[in-house]
């Protein structure tokens, strides 16, 4: 059964940081990536990593905080996310690809986790 199971998420103070698991079962895809969706707002791309050259790729707004990462050997993704915002509270969701399509923004997703909540303090 192809399945992905994000972890990590919680309540975290302003400025700190957090790091998202997300944890792939049943095959490996080309690509995985991460979304997220604030309370009220439409589930928006963050970023992208593909599995054989970890090539990355962001949204323009989440390039200074945000950082992805895959680790092969535990068929895991990752995302880091730096000096956290209250508006960074969203459920973060873990997505995967069969291919690499482009832009990532606009491609939807094959398979998706059942999300992680953030919730960032002021």
């Known amino acids: 059964q192809v399945q992905l199971v994000e972890s990590g998420g919680g309540l975290v103070q302003g400025g700190g940081s957090l790091t998202l698991s997300c944890v792939a079962s049943g095959r490996t895809f080309s690509s995985y990536g991460w979304f997220r969706q604030a309370p009220g707002k439409e589930r928006e791309f963050v970023a992208r990593?593909?599995?054989?050259?970890?090539?990355?790729y962001y949204a323009d707004a989440m390039k200074a905080r945000f950082t992805i990462s895959r680790d092969n050997a535990k068929n895991t993704v990752y995302l880091q996310i730096g000096s956290l915002q209250p508006e960074d509270t969203a459920v973060y969701y873990c997505a995967a690809w069969y291919g690499t399509p482009w832009p990532p923004e606009s491609s939807v997703p094959n398979v998706w986790g059942q999300g992680t909540q953030v919730t960032v303090s002021s």
């Open positions: 990593v593909t599995w054989s050259s970890a090539s990355t």
